[in-house]
């Protein structure tokens, strides 16, 4: 990363507007002729939170690739929003006492790359012993996670998985105790059975009564829509050309906060799938996803917009290799950056039209999607945002 830094400053890259591309059903997204984008960290608005419980042990296997594959869709899918959210995902890995852990928690945050970046490293293995430690896992999910305070939020959980909880440790707090500690937190609970396990089915629509959310089931594998097009490998190398051009100022601390962003950005890039990748360029056009995008302290988007004064800021806290230059080639370098940036925003929003195009007609074609993971989590999260005051129009969610 270091190296493609010095490429950056020495050639200089991309353009003051960022925004990738029209996301695919998403009310809120970005075009070529949009102003500099500001992250929506900058401004109140409104906000979703949410939080994937997520069952690892063996049998879980095909959901939990499913998930790897669907998250930025079903980000994207929130994303489509009128008013459009600040998004914050956290995960809560769970699996029984006696396996490697029993939870493994990622706080709420809008950097979503770190987050599937640790999604990655999650692998199903343990259990098979039946009942699973569910109740530690909604506990943790409601009350070691950072929810945001601010009224008007949709706080919401999505509990994944195929066996019921074990409701005979003494020393755990059963998931009704905690599904009343989330009423008075406003957090919505939903239950995503995978399976048919009969045990544990009215275990899960009993969470979702009490939670206030919705249950339904999915196959073991997750009946997730995962449509490959002809335009998924052009578009993910654009968007890694376009990640390239992120330049980063602030104090050593900012610094390595943004360097780690950027290695879950390779992390991902180098390991996921071609699909996914396209599906995050979708997720990173619309307004929503120019938090995780830009993250915090992008030089070109903050310089280029006005927010920020390339005058103003200390020699040290500018990228290395620019610490050196004289005013005037700093500024080339983001100029020239921001033209780039530009192009590339240009090339990937024209292809993802016809992307959006070719999902329409294979959706179509395929009779629909009425029953899908991501259909039944699309309604889910309509009607429950609807009710603090986001609108979704769109009749599906984004593919």
Do not use: C
Not at 11 to 39: E, R
Not at 239 to 253: A, H, I, P, Q, V
Not at 388 to 396: C, I, N, Q
Request: charged content about 25%; proline content about 4%.
């Amino acid at each position: 990363m270091k190296s493609k830094l010095i490429a950056l400053a020495l050639f200089a890259f991309t353009t003051a507007t960022v925004a990738l591309l029209p996301a695919y059903q998403s009310v809120g997204s970005i075009t070529p002729n949009d102003p500099p984008l500001v992250n929506p960290l900058a401004n109140e608005q409104s906000r979703i939170d949410v939080v994937f419980v997520l069952d690892t042990t063996g049998s879980m296997s095909g959901l939990i690739q499913a998930a790897r594959e669907k998250i930025w869709s079903i980000a994207t899918t929130m994303a489509s929003a009128q008013p459009a959210p600040e998004i914050r995902v956290g995960l809560v890995a769970y699996r029984d006492r006696g396996d490697a852990y029993v939870t493994r928690v990622v706080d709420l945050s809008s950097d979503l790359d770190s987050m599937y970046a640790t999604l990655m490293d999650f692998q199903a293995d343990g259990g098979g012993d039946g009942p699973e430690s569910v109740n530690q896992a909604l506990y943790d999910a409601v009350h070691k996670v950072s929810w945001s305070q601010q009224a008007g939020t949709y706080k919401v959980v999505f509990l994944v998985g195929d066996a019921p909880p074990h409701m005979d440790y003494q020393d755990d707090v059963k998931y009704p105790a905690t599904l009343s500690a989330a009423k008075q937190k406003g957090i919505v609970v939903n239950a995503i059975q995978s399976g048919a396990q009969s045990d544990t089915t009215p275990a899960w629509q009993q969470i979702a009564t009490l939670g206030a959310g919705h249950y339904f089931q999915v196959g073991q594998s997750g009946n997730a829509v995962a449509i490959a097009t002809p335009f998924d490998e052009k578009i993910a190398a654009l968007s890694e050309k376009m990640d390239d051009t992120r330049l980063y100022y602030g104090s050593g601390e900012e610094k390595e906060k943004q360097r780690r962003k950027m290695a879950a950005t390779d992390k991902l890039h180098a390991a996921s799938s071609i699909e996914s990748r396209a599906r995050r360029a979708t997720f990173n056009a619309s307004k929503s996803g120019a938090a995780n995008f830009l993250g915090e302290g992008e030089l070109v988007d903050e310089v280029s917009s006005g927010r920020v004064d390339l005058s103003s800021i200390d020699m040290d806290q500018l990228p290395e290799p620019m610490q050196a230059m004289a005013p005037a080639e700093q500024a080339a370098i983001i100029s020239e950056t921001a033209e780039r940036r530009n192009e590339l925003k240009r090339q990937i929003s024209e292809l993802t039209e016809k992307r959006a195009a070719y999902l329409d007609k294979k959706v179509e074609d395929a009779g629909g999607a009425r029953d899908s993971l991501d259909d039944q989590i699309y309604r889910a999260v309509r009607e429950q945002a609807g009710k603090l005051g986001m609108s979704y129009e769109a009749d599906a969610p984004a593919y």
